[in-house]
């Protein structure tokens, strides 16, 4: 969903045609616009008016302390600091419970440090590289003790999200550093594709209870959203419900949002139409097409209750073929209500299968990602002297579901690539006649995936991440 607050610095996003600038300092101004765009988006977004929001910048709000620190601190990083808006905001007026609604950043980062949180995140005790690292963001502590949050590198002006309490080691060369503009770019991406929604203040839970003044000056009474008409219990954007739970200040991460679910639609029968218009002709049918691969009843013996799994295998185009991929087959009814491998350990267990499946979730993910899909192989990829290697550039050792994977995610927790990714994926294999098709489908064996570990090939089998992408 585009946001006018968004589309005033739209021009500021990282896009393929509008890459970030390599530089020796901060694009300070950049970062500045999209760091308190998504300021002013979560301060409206929650229900509040945007004349209210204070301006007070991250140097405003502590100029005393900063000025302390501003010898080892970039002249470009000052200059960002001088920009954007501070993140410690009031919260609400107490609603219901007497608990009032918390202002937090963005749902992965609690917000911009202070100079005194800077003397302590600045990672002077690191032998060699004293005053190089400073955190800039703290984290959403509830994804991970004592970690460290966004970290800057002030010499190549990068940045690493750390989400655990995994000590940060600046030697590690795997790390897929980041510009700042590329990390807020993404989740302007994850707001606008309601991967991440805002809920708004008044929005409530069922059997909540609120404060409700009288007629009278000192009448109060308690009312439960049960009994009271004027109760939200929707986002009125988005339609999102409130999960206390699960949320970050206003923040919630959904599973999955209608958006990805047409996507993938969208690409399946792109991927079967590439297939069948390659098949030989006298196999070619003009009657009309047929969706739907499971029915209810499947989908209930198999045990498969996700709604996102759901909609997918009950709206998508049935094929025409058995093979959708080299050594990948459609499964029969008998083959797909089994559901073999309900989990990815016992997937793992068995190295005579291949298959593509979901990784699952529970309702106690903070991070949640119904589409994360992993393709099991009967053999590994990866390893010495090849040249197979994870989206973030980290090589595959030996790894039977490693690839088309991200790797260190540079954005979020880690998680399973989209599905979508590797839908994308087959059919450009498909329609650039990499694949070779027959009338079964793809004819080509399962050890075509070998090629990932050929220089020749290897890029072909890298999904890409960033912002109009994958995170």
Not at 152 to 169: L, W
Not at 432 to 451: L, M
């Amino acid at each position: 969903m585009r946001s006018p607050i968004f589309d005033e610095i739209r021009d500021q996003l990282i896009s393929d045609h509008n890459p970030a600038r390599d530089g020796r300092e901060m694009d300070y101004e950049r970062c500045a616009a999209l760091h308190n765009a998504i300021v002013k988006y979560g301060w409206t977004a929650s229900g509040r008016l945007l004349e209210d929001l204070p301006t007070t910048t991250c140097w405003q709000a502590a100029e005393e302390g900063w000025e302390q620190n501003a010898d080892r601190i970039h002249p470009s990083m000052i200059e960002f600091l001088k920009r954007a808006y501070d993140t410690q905001l009031p919260e609400t007026e107490p609603l219901y419970n007497f608990c009032s609604r918390e202002y937090k950043f963005f749902y992965f980062l609690d917000g911009l440090i202070g100079p005194r949180g800077y003397k302590a995140y600045n990672f002077e005790h690191i032998e060699g590289f004293s005053g190089q690292y400073m955190t800039l963001y703290t984290p959403n502590d509830r994804l991970g003790s004592h970690a460290s949050g966004l970290i800057y590198n002030q010499e190549t002006h990068e940045c690493i999200i750390n989400f655990t309490n995994t000590r940060f080691d600046p030697i590690n060369r795997v790390l897929p550093w980041q510009r700042l503009e590329t990390v807020l770019s993404v989740y302007i991406d994850m707001i606008e594709c309601e991967k991440v929604v805002c809920i708004h203040n008044d929005v409530e839970n069922p059997g909540d209870s609120r404060i409700v003044h009288g007629p009278g000056d000192d009448e109060v009474q308690w009312l439960s959203t049960d009994v009271r008409p004027d109760a939200m219990f929707a986002d009125p954007a988005t339609g999102v419900k409130r999960d206390d739970g699960a949320m970050f200040g206003p923040w919630i991460v959904q599973p999955f949002t209608k958006d990805m679910l047409d996507k993938c639609l969208q690409t399946w029968e792109a991927l079967v139409d590439a297939i069948e218009k390659k098949m030989p002709e006298t196999l070619r049918c003009d009657k009309e097409f047929e969706y739907g691969l499971v029915d209810e009843d499947m989908l209930r013996t198999a045990g498969i209750t996700e709604e996102f799994f759901r909609q997918l295998l009950l709206r998508a185009r049935k094929p025409k073929f058995a093979f959708i991929a080299p050594g990948l087959r459609m499964p029969n009814s008998e083959e797909f209500m089994a559901q073999p491998f309900r989990d990815a350990s016992a997937a793992q267990s068995d190295p005579e299968v291949q298959r593509v499946y979901l990784e699952g979730w529970t309702r106690d993910d903070l991070v949640p990602f119904t589409d994360a899909t992993r393709l099991l192989l009967p053999f590994t990829i990866g390893g010495n002297d090849t040249w197979a290697q994870t989206s973030s550039g980290i090589a595959i050792e030996d790894g039977h579901d490693e690839l088309f994977q991200i790797g260190h995610n540079p954005f979020v927790p880690d998680h399973g690539v989209s599905l979508l990714a590797i839908l994308q994926n087959f059919c450009a294999h498909v329609e650039t006649g990499d694949w070779t098709i027959d009338e079964e489908g793809v004819s080509d064996p399962i050890e075509k995936f070998r090629e990932a570990e050929i220089e020749e090939h290897f890029e072909k089998y890298i999904v890409p991440i960033g912002p109009g992408e994958f995170w």
